[in-house]
């Protein structure tokens, strides 16, 4: 595609995040001259690996949710002879509880669990486990159902009434499906329970504030997750070169603080280092506040959708703490799974205590995930050593914001990080005793770690909250959220809708990068 004279590039890309490499992919692919520009020295995002003393740790995402999304995704690309994907197994445990998540059998076998706890509740976790079970049912079908998104119009117009006679028994649920994504998780569960303990509990299964079904389904996401070979930094890196071998530009280490205007479209971009590029399309899969409130001009934005960023709430962060132990993958206590979400107790913890004043013992109550990825890839660590990375849900405004001042890292701040870090591992020391004598290699990061890198506000894992009242771009929203009110400037990834996530960035990937090829094509 032909670039205009007073143009570098026909669009440039600012963050480097899954939806800004799938932006960028398909655009190169379409013959388009594409610019990816990315603040830190590698691709990827939450999608990213790092190497520390022999071992490798994933740093945000643990695993590829594929949602029906990414394996298409991936083979529409012809990148499945650069990736070898492992089938992840998920465990659900607790101190006298262990259950491997392969089926929508299993998801029975859990709410029996909590029947066994708490029989005085058994009519209405019955009722929980029965619209569960409906939900999952209609979530696998949808997964397998034909996506012109994704694949070819013909070949999905083709195969839809096959899917529709295989699956026609889940298709029912639908209605049930959709009412329930009307009702925030919470308010759910507070319908079928009263049990304050049970109820905390319950509220743990997804981020705070989730439409109902998302709570319902946390199981089937459970049974959805792959990794890499490699680490999960093989997909960005996977993705980034498709982008150069197609004609397309990443620079690294490039930090775009402003956006440029002329007139009343966005046309071009400066960096940190003063270096300026313009294209007729600009395309954000950066974090939302800093794009629209930080990086134009202050008269370029709307008034109302600037008071809407400042009023919307971001997601919930992490606090992960990454470990090299001196264990082999296979004396690891998982029963083979390489991802456990471990619950110390039934009683669970309001997700509003992890935003206290700084008791640090929260972090013994509340349920983590721990993952050991070496399992199934042994070359993540040094032989017959094995990479534990424990991760729990995180807010920035815990403890006074974790002991920092005007946003700098204190004293305060690395001992609650140790604090914290010491309560998971006697928490994971549940699964797998004797953990703390094992350590080779032991450091964490907090929400302002994941900021840092990511420069996600507050270090958000998913872009807005999941709560429909308090998100961006929640509801039908989510149809236009990749649009924000500056012409010839498009939103991608985890910012452009809520619920947020990995699929966000490979849905409206797609759909900008449709819309900013056929407007080079058609001049507009």
Same mark, same amino acid.
């Given at each position: 595609?032909?670039?205009?004279?007073?143009?570098?590039?026909?669009?440039?890309?600012?963050?480097?995040?899954?939806?800004?490499?799938?932006?960028?992919? $398909?655009?190169?692919?379409?013959? =388009?001259?594409?610019?990816?520009?990315?603040?830190?020295?590698?691709?990827?995002?939450?999608?990213?690996?790092?190497?520390?003393?022999?071992?490798?740790?994933?740093?945000?995402?643990?695993?590829?949710?594929?949602?029906?999304?990414?394996?298409?995704?991936?083979?529409?690309?012809? @990148?499945?002879?650069?990736?070898?994907?492992?089938?992840?197994?998920?465990?659900?445990?607790?101190?006298?509880?262990?259950?491997?998540?392969?089926?929508?059998?299993? !998801?029975?076998?859990?709410?029996?669990? @909590?029947?066994?706890?708490?029989?005085?509740?058994?009519?209405?976790?019955?009722?929980?486990?029965?619209?569960?079970?409906?939900?999952?049912?209609?979530?696998?079908?949808?997964?397998?159902?034909?996506?012109?998104?994704?694949?070819?119009?013909?070949?999905?117009?083709?195969?839809?009434?096959?899917?529709?006679?295989?699956?026609?028994?889940? =298709?029912? $649920?639908?209605?049930?499906?959709?009412?329930?994504?009307?009702?925030?998780?919470?308010?759910?569960?507070?319908?079928?329970?009263?049990?304050?303990?049970?109820?905390?509990? @319950?509220?743990?299964?997804? $981020?705070?504030?989730?439409?109902?079904?998302?709570?319902?389904?946390?199981? +089937?996401?459970?049974?959805?997750?792959?990794? #890499?070979?490699?680490?999960?930094? =093989?997909?960005?890196?996977?993705?980034?070169?498709?982008?150069?071998?197609?004609?397309?530009?990443?620079?690294?280490? +490039?930090? =775009?603080?402003?956006?440029?205007?002329?007139?009343?479209?966005?046309?071009?971009?400066?960096?940190?280092?003063?270096?300026? $590029?313009?294209?007729?399309?600009?395309?954000?899969?950066?974090?939302?506040?800093?794009?629209?409130?930080?990086?134009?001009?202050?008269?370029?934005?709307?008034?109302?959708?600037?008071?809407?960023?400042?009023?919307?709430?971001?997601?919930?962060?992490?606090?992960?703490?990454?470990?090299?132990?001196?264990?082999?993958?296979?004396?690891?206590?998982?029963?083979?799974?390489?991802?456990?979400?471990?619950? #110390?107790?039934?009683?669970?913890?309001?997700?509003?205590?992890?935003?206290?004043?700084?008791?640090?013992?929260?972090?013994?109550?509340?349920?983590?995930?721990?993952? !050991?990825?070496?399992?199934?890839?042994?070359?993540?660590?040094?032989?017959?050593?094995?990479?534990?990375?424990?991760?729990?849900?995180?807010?920035?405004?815990?403890?006074?914001?974790?002991?920092?001042?005007?946003?700098?890292?204190?004293?305060?701040?690395?001992? @609650?990080?140790?604090?914290?870090?010491?309560?998971?591992?006697?928490?994971?020391?549940?699964?797998?005793?004797?953990?703390?004598?094992?350590?080779?290699?032991?450091?964490?990061?907090?929400?302002?770690?994941?900021?840092?890198?990511?420069?996600?506000?507050?270090?958000?894992?998913?872009?807005?909250?999941?709560?429909?009242?308090?998100?961006?771009?929640?509801?039908?929203?989510?149809?236009?959220?990749?649009?924000?009110?500056?012409?010839?400037?498009?939103?991608?990834?985890?910012?452009?809708?809520?619920?947020?996530?990995?699929?966000?960035?490979?849905?409206?990937?797609?759909? !900008?990068?449709?819309?900013?090829?056929?407007?080079?094509?058609?001049?507009?």
């Amino acid at each position: 595609m032909t670039t205009q004279k007073k143009f570098d590039y026909d669009a440039i890309i600012i963050g480097s995040g899954i939806g800004g490499l799938i932006t960028g992919a $398909y655009l190169a692919e379409q013959g =388009v001259k594409v610019l990816v520009c990315e603040h830190h020295k590698q691709p990827g995002g939450c999608f990213t690996s790092f190497k520390r003393k022999g071992y490798t740790f994933d740093g945000g995402i643990q695993g590829c949710e594929d949602g029906g999304v990414f394996l298409q995704l991936f083979r529409k690309f012809g @990148l499945f002879d650069r990736m070898e994907f492992k089938k992840s197994h998920f465990a659900i445990a607790s101190p006298d509880f262990f259950l491997r998540v392969d089926s929508v059998a299993d !998801v029975g076998a859990f709410y029996r669990k @909590l029947k066994n706890i708490y029989p005085h509740e058994s009519d209405g976790i019955e009722k929980i486990l029965g619209d569960a079970q409906a939900c999952c049912e209609f979530m696998f079908a949808f997964q397998e159902m034909p996506n012109a998104m994704f694949a070819p119009w013909k070949e999905a117009l083709v195969g839809f009434p096959g899917w529709y006679r295989k699956h026609a028994a889940a =298709v029912k $649920y639908a209605p049930d499906f959709f009412r329930n994504l009307t009702m925030i998780m919470e308010d759910y569960f507070k319908q079928h329970v009263s049990d304050p303990d049970l109820y905390r509990f @319950l509220c743990q299964m997804s $981020y705070s504030g989730s439409p109902a079904s998302f709570g319902l389904l946390f199981l +089937t996401f459970l049974m959805d997750y792959y990794h #890499p070979m490699g680490g999960v930094q =093989v997909i960005p890196n996977a993705l980034a070169d498709y982008i150069t071998e197609h004609g397309g530009e990443m620079k690294y280490k +490039t930090l =775009v603080e402003e956006i440029l205007m002329e007139g009343d479209k966005a046309q071009g971009i400066r960096t940190a280092a003063d270096e300026i $590029y313009r294209a007729p399309f600009i395309i954000s899969n950066g974090d939302a506040r800093r794009t629209y409130l930080k990086m134009l001009p202050p008269d370029a934005v709307p008034e109302p959708y600037k008071q809407e960023l400042r009023r919307s709430v971001v997601s919930e962060s992490f606090f992960t703490l990454f470990l090299g132990v001196d264990i082999p993958p296979e004396e690891i206590p998982t029963r083979g799974c390489s991802h456990m979400l471990f619950f #110390p107790d039934y009683k669970g913890v309001e997700s509003d205590a992890y935003k206290g004043t700084g008791d640090v013992d929260i972090y013994t109550r509340g349920p983590i995930d721990i993952n !050991v990825n070496s399992i199934h890839d042994p070359t993540l660590a040094p032989e017959g050593k094995s990479t534990v990375v424990i991760q729990t849900g995180a807010f920035a405004e815990f403890a006074d914001n974790w002991g920092t001042k005007d946003g700098k890292r204190t004293k305060k701040y690395r001992v @609650l990080k140790e604090q914290v870090a010491d309560r998971l591992i006697a928490t994971a020391e549940n699964v797998i005793p004797g953990l703390s004598e094992k350590i080779e290699v032991k450091f964490s990061g907090t929400p302002y770690t994941f900021e840092r890198y990511t420069l996600n506000s507050g270090g958000a894992s998913a872009g807005w909250t999941f709560h429909p009242q308090k998100a961006m771009n929640s509801g039908l929203k989510f149809l236009t959220g990749f649009n924000p009110p500056v012409k010839n400037l498009f939103q991608v990834g985890h910012w452009a809708m809520s619920p947020g996530g990995a699929p966000s960035g490979a849905i409206t990937g797609r759909i !900008v990068s449709e819309i900013v090829k056929r407007r080079l094509e058609w001049g507009i």
